[in-house]
């Protein structure tokens, strides 16, 4: 659909993109993370590209990432290719779409930040530092968005522990439980007509 | 619902013949004046609204209109997930109402946390609240909620409500504390 995309970044940008595929209507180029912003600003400006509407911004974790029908000499090895932060975006005026891909080590999760060029990238790149810890450099205020400053790790990194909580309150630091000493609570409620067990 | 007691219920009812007339009447008042602060946080809100309304309307057992400030609220009806980031909110809005006060968690996902057991949701509003009445179900039917209604009626009747019974602890322990200090 948007080969013509793929095709004039290939010739515009020839060392900064990797390698570009065509998935299911979906036009996908891989762009060395250090040329991100400026093939970025060339699809932005570029009146014969205009892209003007960022569509998502998210990252994909590819630790044990085993597909099917992947050949396993192509499953996830390399902690240098672990995250892949994803751009997409749109050009209402010729009816392109692309998305950008960026592979991010594990060791270094750094990837330049798109807020600067399209506003709308500013919450879903705080999100997309939320859940995968990746620092987008150059944003202007990152922070966590949906989790709490509290918060340690990041929850959809496909190594934390899927059932870990990390609670702000407990019942047993709440004033109602602590009032009584347990022992003397348990007396009473043995004594007295009230027992606490509910339907 | 029905004709049936449940055990429960016949407790209950023989523990109101062991109250004083003057707690029978204020318990009686109790359980049909209730007012209700829903805390609606997702898709339970819609059968919320549905018990609330004409057809079933929750009105019929005395929760006649829903109150959006807990200060002039006694029942809290928490409906809906609980993340673990609403905790501390949803602590500071049972500890502004009004004394003596009773909490009904509506749908699994109040009263365990549901499907979420995931980094993100509470298991259970009970970690930060006590909790008098759990409802099941994903959402509950209307029918269920109302059998909870009357479930909670007959325990405030009862004077079994969570913020009753630890009043009542209160009372044993300061009046102990008293005894003691006369021995002294
Ligand atoms: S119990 Fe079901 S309907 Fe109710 S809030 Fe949870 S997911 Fe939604």
Redesign the pocket.
């Known amino acids: 659909m948007s080969q013509k995309v793929l095709d004039a970044l290939k010739a515009s940008h020839a060392s900064a993109i990797e390698r570009t595929e065509s998935e299911h209507g979906d036009e996908i180029a891989w762009v060395k993370r250090d040329q991100l912003l400026a093939v970025a600003t060339w699809l932005r400006d570029d009146p014969a590209m205009a892209f003007d509407s960022p569509v998502f911004c998210t990252a994909i974790d590819r630790l044990d990432w085993r597909p099917l029908g992947v050949p396993p000499s192509q499953h996830f090895k390399d902690e240098n290719l672990r995250f892949e932060v994803c751009y997409q975006l749109r050009s209402s005026r010729h009816r392109y779409r692309v998305r950008l891909k960026v592979t991010v080590p594990e060791h270094d999760p750094r990837c330049p930040s798109l807020a600067s060029l399209w506003p709308a990238f500013d919450w879903q790149e705080r999100e997309t530092f939320d859940m995968y810890g990746i620092r987008f450099e150059g944003h202007p205020d990152l922070r966590r968005i949906f989790l709490y400053e509290e918060f340690v790790g990041y929850p959809l990194r496909k190594d934390y522990p899927k059932e870990k909580r990390q609670p702000l309150v407990r019942r047993d630091d709440l004033p109602i439980a602590s009032k009584t000493p347990t022992s003397e609570r348990t007396e009473i409620a043995a004594g007295d007509s009230g027992d606490e067990e509910t339907p | 619902m029905g004709v049936e007691l449940t055990t429960t219920r016949l407790e209950d009812a023989a523990k109101w013949a062991k109250q004083s007339k003057l707690d029978r009447a204020t318990n009686w008042g109790r359980k049909f004046s209730l007012f209700t602060y829903p805390f609606v946080?997702?898709?339970?809100?819609m059968?919320f609204m549905s018990v609330a309304g004409p057809k079933y309307d929750l009105a019929r057992f005395g929760a006649e209109f829903p109150r959006f400030s807990p200060r002039q609220s006694d029942l809290l009806m928490i409906?809906?997930?609980i993340t673990e980031k609403q905790g501390p909110a949803l602590k500071r809005v049972y500890d502004q109402m009004t004394e003596p006060k009773w909490v009904i968690a509506?749908?699994?996902?109040?009263s365990t946390g549901?499907?979420?057991q995931n980094y993100h949701a509470m298991p259970g509003a009970d970690q930060v609240i006590p909790v008098d009445v759990y409802i099941p179900?994903?959402?509950?039917r209307p029918e269920q909620v109302l059998d909870a209604m009357i479930m909670l009626m007959d325990r405030i009747q009862a004077g079994r409500g969570h913020s009753q019974l630890r009043d009542k602890r209160e009372q044993i322990i300061a009046a102990r504390e008293a005894e003691a200090s006369v021995d002294e």
């Open positions: 946080t997702a898709c339970c809100g059968e409906v809906g997930t509506f749908g699994v996902c109040a549901g499907f979420y179900g994903c959402p509950p």
